[in-house]
């Protein structure tokens, strides 16, 4: 009885770690959003939207779609290099006081990378899901983003996911793949560059990613 009850205090213990985690990395997420958004300097921004028009949509610049330009913010935050070689994000760390707990979650953060995942199944809270090349299979808390959309069994979605206490979490919008094409694309594509440059999986993610999700948002 008493192992019982040790199981469940340790088990209550690591939802409400979860939970404060959860709250921790929301509220980075958020101060890390709105410093790329307002306090970074104009020649930044001009420069990051030149680079990812001419890497990623091929045609002049002209007025970004909602779908893009959510698109674009989230590179620019996470994926984006400065001219001094360094993401907004590591920058926003960096440059803020931060406790040494959410500092850690800032690390965590920094090497999330959009993700191709299978919702195998859902409830209100929790998702189920394939990573669809390694084909390994983990249990992810859904933010409020995913709550005000519909996440539906099946379908393809490109993620950024980060390990918390017992669950993974997913940070930032997630992105529904129109095309079954995608796997098979993105397959194909990293075989390539990684046979020709050495490039490593996740690397490849956060270079390459918008690739394969902007056709779904035309």
Same mark, same amino acid.
């Given at each position: 009885?008493?192992?019982?009850?040790?199981?469940?205090?340790?088990?209550?213990?690591?939802?409400?770690?979860?939970?404060?985690?959860?709250?921790?990395?929301?509220?980075?997420?958020?101060?890390?959003?709105?410093?790329?958004?307002?306090?970074? =300097?104009?020649?930044?921004?001009?420069?990051?939207?030149?680079?990812?028009?001419?890497?990623?949509?091929?045609?002049?610049?002209?007025?970004?779609?909602?779908?893009?330009?959510?698109?674009?913010?989230?590179?620019?935050?996470?994926?984006?290099?400065? #001219?001094?070689?360094?993401?907004?994000?590591?920058?926003?760390?960096? =440059?803020?006081?931060?406790?040494?707990?959410?500092?850690?979650?800032?690390?965590?953060?920094?090497?999330?990378?959009?993700?191709? #995942?299978?919702?195998?199944?859902?409830?209100?809270?929790?998702?189920?899901?394939?990573?669809?090349?390694?084909?390994?299979?983990?249990?992810?808390? #859904?933010?409020?983003?995913?709550?005000?959309?519909?996440?539906?069994?099946?379908?393809?979605?490109?993620?950024?996911?980060?390990?918390?206490?017992?669950?993974?979490?997913? #940070?930032?919008?997630?992105?529904?793949?129109?095309?079954?094409?995608?796997?098979? =694309?993105?397959?194909?594509?990293?075989?390539?560059? =990684?046979?020709?440059?050495?490039?490593?999986?996740?690397?490849?993610?956060?270079?390459?990613?918008?690739?394969?999700?902007?056709?779904?948002?035309?």
């Amino acid at each position: 009885m008493q192992e019982q009850e040790s199981t469940l205090d340790l088990e209550q213990f690591r939802q409400k770690k979860q939970k404060i985690a959860e709250g921790h990395i929301e509220d980075l997420y958020r101060k890390a959003y709105e410093y790329a958004l307002k306090e970074t =300097n104009i020649r930044e921004k001009v420069r990051a939207k030149m680079i990812f028009t001419k890497r990623f949509l091929h045609h002049d610049e002209g007025r970004m779609s909602p779908g893009v330009e959510k698109l674009f913010q989230e590179w620019f935050l996470f994926d984006y290099k400065t #001219i001094l070689g360094q993401t907004l994000f590591f920058q926003f760390l960096q =440059n803020h006081p931060l406790h040494e707990s959410t500092k850690f979650l800032g690390a965590v953060m920094l090497t999330a990378a959009w993700e191709p #995942i299978q919702v195998v199944e859902k409830d209100d809270r929790t998702i189920n899901c394939r990573t669809l090349i390694q084909g390994d299979e983990s249990s992810v808390k #859904i933010n409020h983003v995913c709550i005000e959309m519909e996440i539906t069994e099946g379908q393809v979605y490109f993620v950024r996911k980060v390990p918390l206490v017992t669950h993974q979490w997913i #940070i930032g919008p997630v992105f529904s793949m129109k095309s079954s094409d995608v796997t098979q =694309n993105l397959k194909s594509r990293f075989s390539q560059m =990684n046979q020709k440059t050495g490039v490593l999986w996740r690397t490849f993610l956060k270079e390459e990613a918008p690739h394969f999700i902007l056709p779904s948002l035309s």
